[in-house]
């Protein structure tokens, strides 16, 4: 999922379009939730990110 996430962003997708995908396809949040949201897919962007990195993130 994380991969997914990475990938769908550094191919141009907002954080808004990627929530949306991962929600049409059922896919659960970390945390087993149902909903994504795009500060949840910002998160996870930022967490992905090696320490100490500025990673800018597109909304």
Do not use: Y
């Not at 949306?20 to 990110?49: C, H, K, M, Y």
Request: hydrophobic share 35%.
């Amino acid at each position: 999922m994380v991969a997914r996430i990475c990938r769908e962003h550094a191919h141009g997708a907002s954080l808004a379009e990627i929530a949306r995908r991962l929600n049409r396809d059922e896919i659960p949040t970390g945390q087993g939730g149902r909903q994504w949201w795009p500060s949840t897919v910002r998160a996870v962007l930022l967490r992905s990110s090696p320490p100490g990195s500025a990673r800018a993130v597109r909304t």
